[in-house]
């Protein structure tokens, strides 16, 4: 496992978003509410940008008319052809099983545990899909990501 | 459409095996036929206003496609029935036949004359098909352009086990996932009835979306898109999440157009799936779940290799359903009516098994 450091944590508020350049792989790391998730930029379908698309909420509904948004600000929709993904888990709204985009693990560490190891972590709780996932972190100035 | 050789009729390669036939058409001979059936102020208006019925005329009498020639089937009940015995019933030993039944109240514009005549026609079809036939099911024709009558008249007749769907004409007025068809599925619902869409209709405006055509052939072809813009209405409008329990059968729809309706519904739903997120599942899972096609007319690929892989290509062995479409004509010996190759058990499935239980019969 290699850990990068990709920003520091005023690069990417609540809300934000930074694609970064890591191991030849562009990965896009979202905060949400402070906490941080990454994905691998490049849609399972054809390729495309998927973390420069439109990042909303998972609108849902029984039968027309009753509509439901919630989970605002955790899907993201790829640009070409508007697929959804879950910054989460990085698992597709509509084929959550087969259709996937790698995520990665990302903390936020402390500065000052920086060439200490493990450090502090700044509110990182692991997700439920762990297999897949590479560690990130942020240490305190910086968002750190972990590649496997 | 069937060859015969003398008085006998031919039993093809399949006979032997249940059969229920899903289209045969029996036509009223004429207003005439259902002034028994009409309130007295509607005879009168018939007769004072000259009155001849809705203009549609789906099936020419002239055309190729709709009998062979030299055979009589217009007429009086009696003589259409004999053929419908000689040709199709009795050789096939069919099990059920359903009517659907092609007068198209819809062309008629006073809601309430076409109502009346809806109603009139329902009865005409108890008193002189279902009573002299036990084989026979029926349609329910309805005014599905008021679809608050048509609702009325399926309840009507929605405790009588042998009506087993309503019929409406796959044109339309405006698609039918639109909710002003509510009431007509939600009659359908109430009586565990399916929903017949059936080839043809006339409700005043061009019959492909890029206008009016000029001869018959297009028209006739044409249909198989009209169908797609059906399917896709009920499924994008969310038919079948507001009516989960919902069967729709379409009637002499051909079946080689849908693979690719499928697969294009499917595509783009993923992408676009966010302005209709009461549609949760593939559309072809729905297409699956609540759709069945009737066999003839049968699109024909130039070899039934083909046409197998065209089958193969609706990845269920629920949705076709054996049908003559009788006495329209589109194979000359009975025999041509059913694909050659199927397996056994897809046979069986398609000859009767996916029609009774569709229809519950």
Not at chain 1, 15 to 25: C, F, L, Q, S, W
Not at chain 1, 41 to 68: D, F, I, K, T
């Amino acid at each position: 496992m290699a850990e990068h450091v990709v920003a520091t944590l005023g690069e990417i508020p609540p809300g934000g978003r930074k694609i970064a350049e890591v191991e030849g792989r562009s990965i896009g790391v979202f905060n949400l509410d402070g906490q941080f998730f990454a994905l691998l930029n490049r849609c399972p379908h054809q390729g495309g940008p998927l973390c420069l698309g439109q990042q909303s909420g998972l609108l849902q509904a029984r039968v027309p008319g009753e509509y439901r948004y919630t989970r605002v600000g955790e899907i993201v929709r790829c640009p070409w052809h508007g697929w959804e993904f879950d910054l989460k888990t990085g698992r597709s709204w509509f084929d959550p099983v087969r259709t996937r985009v790698r995520s990665y693990r990302v903390r936020v560490q402390a500065r000052e545990s920086e060439s200490g190891g493990c450090g502090e972590e700044a509110g990182h709780r692991p997700g439920p899909y762990r297999a897949e996932t590479f560690p990130v972190s942020v240490r305190q100035h910086y968002v750190v990501v972990e590649i496997p | 459409m069937v060859q015969e050789s003398g008085n006998e009729v031919q039993r093809p390669f399949w006979s032997g095996r249940p059969v229920i036939d899903c289209d045969l058409h029996n036509e009223v001979p004429s207003l005439e036929a259902l002034k028994p059936y009409l309130a007295d102020h509607w005879c009168a208006y018939i007769e004072e206003s000259a009155f001849r019925g809705p203009d549609a005329d789906d099936y020419p009498k002239g055309a190729p496609t709709t009998i062979r020639p030299g055979l009589e089937w217009e007429g009086e009940v009696e003589g259409q029935l004999a053929l419908m015995r000689r040709q199709v019933l009795d050789p096939l030993q069919v099990e059920f036949g359903v009517l659907d039944c092609a007068y198209r109240v819809q062309g008629v514009h006073d809601p309430e004359l076409a109502a009346a005549l809806a109603s009139a026609i329902n009865r005409w079809q108890a008193e002189h098909w279902l009573d002299r036939d036990p084989r026979l099911r029926a349609s329910i024709v309805a005014p599905t352009q008021s679809p608050v009558l048509a609702a009325r008249e399926i309840d009507r007749w929605g405790a009588d086990a042998r009506f087993v769907q309503a019929v409406m004409p796959v044109r339309s007025l405006i698609p039918y996932g639109n909710r002003i068809y509510d009431p007509i599925y939600e009659a359908a619902a109430r009586h565990d009835l399916v929903v017949g869409i059936q080839f043809g209709g006339a409700p005043g405006h061009p019959p492909t979306p890029s206008g009016w055509l000029s001869t018959y052939m297009e028209e006739y072809a044409a249909m198989a898109q009209v169908f797609q813009s059906q399917v896709t209405s009920l499924i994008v409008e969310g038919v079948f999440d507001r009516f989960p329990d919902l069967r729709v059968a379409l009637i002499e729809a051909g079946c080689t157009w849908m693979p690719s309706l499928m697969w294009r519904l499917d595509k783009e739903w993923r992408g676009l799936r966010r302005d209709i997120p009461w549609v949760k599942r593939p559309p072809s899972d729905y297409i699956r779940r609540h759709i069945r096609l009737t066999l003839q007319p049968l699109d024909a690929p130039p070899s039934d290799k083909q046409l197998l892989e065209v089958i193969g290509q609706l990845d269920s062995d629920e949705m076709l359903m054996f049908a003559s479409d009788h006495p329209h004509w589109h194979f000359d010996r009975l025999e041509e009516s059913f694909p050659r190759g199927l397996s056994d058990s897809l046979a069986r499935r398609v000859l009767a098994e996916n029609a009774r239980s569709f229809y519950r019969l």
